[in-house]
């Protein structure tokens, strides 16, 4: 950090303190210089067989998540290596590291699946998963929140909080994840400990806890100072070899930089304030043992508040150091041990009427060539042992369990048992998806239920048994769809062999057939998570597959209010039905309802109707819901009242529904259509001499400027823009699709610097601007089009144009 940085962190920080007295500087302490070795030697690698097996409150299970290029995968990397379990340090560049094993994650130098590794560090055992950074596999990021007991947030220094930090931000909250953050690139030229720290205060509503003040900045960070202990922790690089294993600890003293020295005493005595407001046992500490001079608090003191603070979630500490430059890795493995939970501190309540047996939970399954299914379990309560027999409760059947194994990326070690608290892999059960419950058997199950009901004897049993069951994982709807058609007729089973096997690894992977052209449609996340499926299948299974082009799903709502009635006199066989149907159908605001649709029933109706009746009534306008009158897109913003239904004795329920929808389409067409269009949220963030280039072009995209913010040298655009004006002007036939609903925000992040290959406006922007910008999108609302775009479109989609 450069002098006037430290200067205005230092007067930020100084406005905070909410104790007037008794504050002093940290007392200068004698130099003492110590040599931390925190490894084995680099020939000498671990072995996982070796792997300690420590109680439950020396685990950690813990996940990596982070924005595109933040440097998860090398930070991980780098706790590999000085944890001993590798013998050379791998590079995202190079493609040689260990949890991208993937060709497509080597070629690109991203991650596109999450990987599990687990490794010892100071008699602890860490289970780490190294999650994805774009928004296209984002299911991978939460199936690992899911299962996991605390996070670590990395961040890039220079950046802050970005778009998809906010995604797995909320994720992680979702499931009330403590986590760590760690200020990665801080010898970049940019890097700003101040801007991170507002950044995460103000974007992410967190409370920031700074443990540790870098040591200068850019080309000439060296270290950090540790605000616990007041020591100095300096990686002294002696050549580009230097691999940050061996560092020095030294305590400060009046030698240091006296800038360094007020902005660290600043720092604790704001670092002490913060704890002592955030947990009320320190607070009480401080008062009565340490009123005259705060700064006396033992540094282990402070430690355990900090550590409450983070399991409560009132506060996430914050750390800082470079993955690549080897600076600042062993701090942050000592913080997941200190700070983060074990996994007997998360408290389950299915888990507890386990007891001592088995309940295990299936987050992950791949496909094995030679081993068949590897499902990936959490362990939560009992012992997995191979050769045994498990009960699946969600499919309610019974597998056998022929091996166990240790996850180690793409390398895994077989062992003999796997307690509590841990994650194992397992070989031999092929019913098992993701999201289902593992118990030993029936009677375990049968005996956790029973425990629930005596628990809770006010509640139904059909409740309690469902209660046993550990919630699955949330798989997000599909946002993108093309065609895919194998090479010829005869790879056709082969092709939808491969597609079951790839949905029953990726959840957010969806195929339908259309029933009207017989096509195979492939619906997945995003362009890139498509092209990756597309891709998988030609290398792994070796048929050469066609994508057909992808399309945007728009919607329809109706202009104007309009009643219709309608009845349906059929005989089938030897069976009259006779039914008729009024009803009426209004816009309603899109915004007011949250762009779904409604149904209502007169109160005369409403108690005249059985319940199976009403159902068919309501599943006659729902499958009317799905179809507009004008293209056959879904409708949106559509009240629908039904008025009277008459009904004549021995009508069955599917001739009712059939009444109504086709009295639905009726005041549909009545009512007149309106075509209405995904308008998307764009964030540019871009040089400022680009700046007019990507205004001009926005403008000729239909497109709404809301707002131009500064960051360092460049400026954040914000805009609105129609989704297909986004990446089909006159560059590409690429277009995109949404399903799900309004309420799904779906952010689309493509970092230019990586994602070469995405289409349409990536291209555009990267053109304009030389390479040097980002964007992200985000579902904002849909939109009526204007009169001219939609006869446009009707005439497209007619084949007129």
């Given amino acids: 950090m450069s002098l006037g940085g430290l200067q205005t962190f230092s007067r930020m920080i100084r406005g905070r303190r909410l104790f007037a007295a008794g504050l002093q500087c940290c007392r200068c302490r004698l130099s003492c210089h110590v040599k931390r070795h925190y490894s084995l030697l680099p020939d000498d690698v671990k072995s996982l067989r070796a792997l300690v097996n420590p109680e439950i409150s020396r685990i950690r299970n813990i996940g990596i998540m982070a924005h595109i290029d933040a440097g998860k995968t090398t930070t991980t990397e780098r706790m590999l290596y000085y944890a001993g379990y590798t013998r050379a340090l791998g590079d995202v560049d190079d493609g040689d590291t260990v949890t991208d094993f993937m060709a497509q994650e080597r070629e690109r130098g991203i991650t596109i699946q999450s990987a599990a590794v687990s490794f010892d560090w100071k008699s602890h055992r860490i289970n780490l998963i190294d999650t994805p950074g774009h928004v296209d596999f984002t299911l991978e990021v939460e199936r690992a929140l899911r299962v996991l007991d605390g996070a670590v947030a990395v961040f890039d220094a220079s950046a802050g909080v970005e778009a998809q930090t906010l995604t797995v931000w909320r994720q992680a909250e979702k499931h009330h994840i403590p986590c760590v953050c760690f200020l990665n690139k801080m010898d970049k030229p940019a890097a700003n400990l101040s801007f991170c720290i507002e950044s995460i205060r103000k974007k992410l509503k967190a409370n920031p806890v700074l443990l540790q003040i870098p040591v200068g900045s850019g080309k000439n960070f060296t270290g950090v100072v540790d605000l616990l202990t007041s020591r100095k922790l300096m990686w002294k690089m002696k050549s580009m070899r230097d691999d940050g294993r061996v560092f020095e600890v030294k305590a400060l003293d009046r030698s240091d930089d006296p800038d360094l020295l007020q902005v660290v005493s600043d720092a604790r005595t704001a670092l002490i304030e913060q704890v002592a407001d ?144 841990n994650i194992a892999l397992t070989v031999g059960l092929k019913q098992t998806v993701t999201g289902d419950t593992i118990v030993s058997s029936k009677a375990s199950a049968a005996a956790a239920a029973h425990r629930a009901q005596n628990d809770n004897e006010a509640g139904k049993r059909s409740r309690e048994c469902a209660s046993v069951i550990l919630s699955g994982v949330e798989v997000p709807d599909p946002v993108f769809f093309c065609t895919i058609e194998p090479p010829s007729m005869s790879k056709q089973a082969d092709l939808e062999n491969v597609l079951n096997c790839l949905q029953r690894e990726d959840p957010s992977l969806k195929v339908r057939l259309d029933p009207d052209s017989g096509q195979t449609i492939l619906c997945g996340m995003g362009e890139l998570h498509i092209e990756i499926i597309h891709d998988r299948i030609r290398r792994e299974y070796g048929i050469e597959t066609h994508l057909g082009p992808l399309q945007v799903a728009y919607r329809e709502t109706v202009l104007h209010e309009a009643s219709a009635s309608d009845t349906l006199d059929r005989t089938v066989g030897e069976r009259r039905h006779v039914v008729t149907v009024e009803l009426a159908v209004r816009p309603v605001d899109i915004t007011s309802v949250g762009g779904s649709c409604e149904l209502a029933f007169t109160e005369e109706l409403e108690g005249q109707l059985s319940a199976e009746m009403k159902e068919a009534v309501e599943n006659g306008v729902h499958s009317s819901f799905l179809q507009g009158p004008l293209l056959g897109y879904p409708l949106q913003g559509v009240s629908t009242l039904i008025q009277c239904v008459t009904i004549e004795p021995g009508t069955s329920p599917a001739m009712v529904s059939a009444c109504v929808s086709r009295c639905m389409l009726k005041a549909l067409r009545l009512a007149g259509g309106q075509v209405l269009e995904p308008v998307m949220s764009l964030e540019v963030t871009v040089g400022e001499d680009h700046l007019s280039s990507v205004l001009g072009d926005l403008a000729q995209r239909r497109g709404t400027v809301r707002d131009i913010q500064s960051r360092h040298d460049n400026k954040v655009l914000l805009a609105t823009v129609p989704l297909a004006e986004m990446m089909v002007r006159g560059h590409s036939n690429v277009k995109i699709a949404f399903f799900g609903g309004f309420n799904l925000q779906v952010r689309i992040i493509y970092d230019l610097r990586i994602c070469v290959h995405v289409k349409g406006y990536s291209t555009v922007l990267r053109t304009l601007t030389s390479g040097n910008a980002t964007f992200s999108l985000e579902l904002d609302t849909y939109e009526a089009m204007n009169p001219q775009e939609q006869n446009t479109l009707l005439k497209r989609l007619s084949g007129l144009l």
């Fill in 278 to 421: 955030l947990d009320d046992e320190f607070a009480e500490l401080l008062l009565t043992d340490f009123s005259e001079n705060f700064d006396a608090i033992p540094s282990n003191k402070l430690q355990e508040a900090v550590r409450r603070v983070t399991l409560a979630r009132k506060g996430v500490p914050v750390l800082c150091g470079s993955s690549l430059r080897n600076k600042g890795v062993q701090p942050l493995l000592d913080a997941i041990t200190a700070y983060l939970p074990a996994p007997n501190e998360r408290h389950h309540d299915v888990v507890r009427w386990y007891k001592d047996d088995l309940c295990a939970l299936a987050f992950k399954v791949l496909h094995d060539k030679q081993r068949g299914p590897l499902v990936f379990l959490r362990i939560y309560s009992g012992t997995l042992k191979p050769q045994t027999a498990l009960h699946n409760i969600n499919r309610n059947s019974t597998e056998r369990m022929s091996r166990l194994l240790v996850p180690f990326a793409d390398q895994h070690v077989e062992i003999p048992s796997m307690t509590a608290g």
